[in-house]
């Protein structure tokens, strides 16, 4: 006890004193900071990453343990600590969940964390006053197939691991989460290639190994990960497959399972034919695949997510709340602005930070639109189906059964257009569909309904402007109504030929309120020459040929002539494929191919 602490002047945390030491009221339980949280009454520490003389740890991964002279945790983490560690017996005190064990005035209880297999929470209650403090350490609020379910208890104090403690880390369902990974891995698989999934090898691993058993997709895995699955197994941990080893080639129909730096070693130098995604929470971070150098990333995580930490704090209900790890004086400042007594356990609070309330970051007034059924609302879920998928297979039989579906010609051609890439050709220095960020911004802002707050907070989490335009019209009152492709042509010439740019963005703005918010992320993706749909050109080729039952060599022959799929879908359509004649587009060494010498003229440059 610090009883001669003399307190900061001007203090921005009230619980923390000159010497670095958090002092919590003494009608609650003392919680210190030195290079690690400490319980000064029942001489306990929590997850120190030094090693001291009787610590509490919560799970079994490397950063949350040390070599304690007794260390005390669940059962489970304590027969992985012995396996992975090779911590002796007698230093290790594993206690079965919910079991309360009384010592120097205390009573401890360790609590199901949610976060890995055997992750616990810590529960103190102090018998004289019956003060109570809560320490999750690394929890998740979404039930996992091989980590126990998360179990709070109502305390005092609550010392909050926040990773993703920000608004803006809201992960999708779990639902939603298995059908990417499962996706990823069937597009993988039905182009040839090998799935690697990459993630932790204690947890995470786990957790996609249990997903892709329950769905029968053998999988391999990395000599660290069937360590882990072997840990696990004998640990009691249910769910889990004999594991098989991963030794540098894997049969068909195999998935592969590795922790992250795995697929730099050796190892993986001989598997060529490859498609890897990462697991992790960052996936939310805009621009994550291309900082992890990955071919997809899914926001697969073991932590919880914003909307899991305002739950942890709703069922907790505490006086004081101390957050550790991750955005801490962000979402201390956050609960301090919904009147929560909250402070980062290392201190240095603003009290002047301005946070975002977490119902304006996830839009809670977002309207209710509904959708029309027209050829602009077909064309917006081939694009995202389009988009959602890596397997070209899958991109053709999209792209097939959209094809066949178009009934006149004028919206084949578009279609085609948009698709090809052809809308976005330069013409005469100049990009006919073309508009610049700066007017779409404008355009949306001048909406009624539409708050610049909000819009910016949007476009800065996304960094994307058509998302950001669908995010945005989301939340404002709209009258979507029908637009075909036609229309939507027409109005892309009256948009170019229209000379201000404030009638510009009046035109757009007029037309984006009129559009479901699906539809005005299309329109805006055409505007700015992105449909982020990574479609190549064989692909789409392949997808013409089979829509209409055309031979590939003769499609590919009439685009050289041509230099146009649309016109090329065309003539496929109505089986006139021979009759492809060369345009302006068309190179000139083609056209020399393409005609008899009698037939060519030239002109001299000018």
């Not at 739950?311 to 201390?332: D, M, N």
């Not at 309904?449 to 476009?459: A, L």
């Amino acid at each position: 006890m610090l009883q001669n602490s003399k307190p900061e002047t001007r203090p921005n945390n009230p619980w923390r004193c000159n010497s670095g030491i958090i002092r919590i009221p003494t009608a609650l339980i003392e919680v210190r900071f030195q290079r690690g949280l400490y319980l000064p009454e029942p001489d306990l520490w929590l997850d120190p990453r030094d090693a001291k003389p009787r610590a509490f740890v919560s799970h079994a991964h490397a950063d949350h343990f040390a070599r304690h002279e007794s260390a005390l945790c669940s059962v489970v983490t304590g027969a992985l600590l012995r396996d992975r560690f090779r911590l002796s017996e007698n230093r290790i005190e594993a206690v079965p969940f919910q079991v309360p064990i009384t010592r120097d005035g205390f009573r401890l209880r360790l609590l199901p964390a949610g976060h890995i297999s055997g992750s616990a929470m810590l529960h103190v209650t102090r018998l004289k006053d019956n003060a109570t403090l809560l320490y999750t350490g690394d929890f998740k609020t979404r039930r996992g197939r091989t980590a126990e379910p998360v179990n709070f208890l109502t305390a005092d104090t609550l010392i909050l691991e926040t990773t993703f403690g920000l608004p803006c880390y809201e992960f999708p369902s779990q639902l939603e989460i298995d059908a990417q990974v499962l996706r990823f891995v069937h597009d993988a698989l039905a182009d040839g290639e090998t799935p690697v999934l990459l993630g932790y090898s204690l947890g995470k691993a786990q957790e996609a190994l249990a997903l892709l058993t329950e769905h029968g997709i053998p999988t391999l895995l990395h000599s660290a990960v069937a360590a882990m699955t072997l840990a696990c197994r004998a640990a009691g941990v249910q769910g889990l497959p004999e594991p098989l080893l991963f030794e540098g080639h894997a049969l068909s129909g195999h998935a592969v399972i590795a922790p992250p730096n795995a697929l730099r070693s050796n190892l993986f130098r001989g598997l060529k034919a490859k498609r890897t995604a990462m697991l992790t929470g960052w996936a939310m971070q805009p621009g994550a695949k291309y900082r992890y150098r990955v071919d997809e990333i899914i926001p697969f995580s073991d932590h919880a997510d914003h909307p899991g930490l305002m739950e942890c704090i709703q069922r907790v209900r505490p006086k004081k709340i101390l957050t550790v790890h991750g955005f801490t004086k962000e979402f201390a400042a956050e609960l301090r602005m919904k009147g929560m007594d909250a402070w980062c356990a290392t201190g240095g609070d603003q009290l002047e930070l301005p946070i975002l309330q977490g119902s304006q970051c996830r839009g809670s007034s977002s309207q209710r639109h509904s959708r029309a059924i027209c050829t602009l609302a077909d064309f917006s879920d081939l694009c995202r189906h389009l988009g959602e998928t890596s397997s070209c297979i899958a991109k053709v039989e999209f792209i097939t059964t959209y094809l066949r579906g178009l009934t006149c010609d004028a919206d084949l051609r578009l279609a085609v257009s948009w698709l090809g890439g052809e809308a976005f050709r330069e013409e005469n220095g100049q990009f006919p569909l073309s508009m610049d960020t700066t007017t779409l911004r404008h355009s949306l802002l001048s909406l009624p309904g539409m708050r610049y707050e909000r819009y910016k907070e949007i476009s800065r989490r996304h960094q994307d402007i058509a998302m950001t335009a669908r995010l945005a019209l989301q939340e404002i009152p709209l009258k979507p109504g029908a637009l075909n492709l036609t229309d939507l042509q027409a109005f892309f010439l009256e948009l170019s030929a229209t000379k201000g740019s404030l009638e510009r963005i009046d035109r757009l703005a007029v037309r984006l309120g009129k559009l479901h918010p699906m539809e005005g992320e299309t329109l805006v993706r055409l505007l700015t020459r992105d449909l982020r749909i990574n479609l190549t050109s064989a692909t789409l080729a392949e997808a013409i040929a089979e829509a209409f039952q055309a031979d590939l060599v003769k499609i590919q022959a009439a685009h050289r002539i041509t230099a146009s799929f649309s016109e090329t879908a065309v003539l496929a359509r109505h089986k006139r494929l021979d009759a492809a004649t060369p345009n302006e587009n068309t190179p000139i060494d083609t056209i020399v191919k393409s005609k008899p010498a009698d037939q060519l003229s030239f002109h001299p440059p000018i």
